[in-house]
């Protein structure tokens, strides 16, 4: 983490700070453990450097609390985001995201004695931009995910990997559009939680005037 803030530090130069654009985003998401939509915005400086915060609503089955597993509940998180530029250059872009924020968790069926749960999130995602000709571009990737419950006690709620890809479309100057996918497998409370996972989304993004040079992420 201390390197990652490092690159982020470095990369804030006058120049990079200089003017940046501004995007609005909305995506849904559907999986093996429920269905959520988020609205999310973000400034994004000409380094490739990010900033962003979203609020994301779920519809969720096959979560845990205190290791008992919640077959039917809803959640709301708030999120902050970074995004840390590694390598530019014409044909290849690597990135590392950082996500951390936290996670409201309401149970309608679980075995539980606590139906309510808090969780602090952190997920690290290097992912790798190329370009497919204009005006398409693939990401691929991976990210860990480490999510720790605090309420109504605390415990290591998932812990993992997943693959991710994703093809980016920018039909016009403001618009940008995604389709993306993400594989495989998280652990938690001792084991009580592992679960494979897979999920699949849609992301459309408004950028004014800047979408085509929105592709690394």
Request: hydrophobic letters at 45%; proline letters at 5%.
């Amino acid at each position: 983490m201390t390197l990652l803030l490092s690159l982020l530090l470095a990369s804030l130069t006058p120049t990079a700070l200089a003017g940046p654009d501004r995007s609005l985003g909305v995506s849904a998401v559907t999986g093996t453990i429920g269905q959520s939509g988020a609205i999310a915005g973000r400034l994004r400086w000409d380094s490739g450097v990010q900033f962003g915060a979203r609020v994301e609503g779920a519809l969720v089955q096959g979560w845990y609390i205190d290791g008992w597993e919640v077959r039917d509940g809803t959640a709301l998180a708030g999120v902050a985001s970074a995004t840390v530029p590694l390598i530019r250059s014409e044909t290849v872009r690597i990135d590392v995201e950082i996500d951390s924020g936290l996670r409201f968790l309401s149970a309608t069926d679980t075995d539980a004695d606590d139906d309510q749960a808090t969780v602090l999130l952190l997920d690290v995602a290097p992912m790798v931009t190329l370009p497919l000709g204009r005006p398409f571009a693939a990401r691929v990737g991976w990210k860990q995910i480490t999510h720790l419950q605090r309420r109504p006690g605390p415990g290591l709620e998932a812990q993992g990997s997943l693959l991710r890809g994703a093809v980016m479309w920018t039909p016009s100057d403001d618009l940008q559009l995604g389709i993306d996918g993400a594989v495989g497998g998280v652990f938690g409370f001792g084991g009580d939680g592992g679960k494979a996972l897979a999920q699949a989304g849609l992301m459309m993004r408004w950028v004014p005037g800047a979408a085509r040079t929105y592709t690394n992420h």
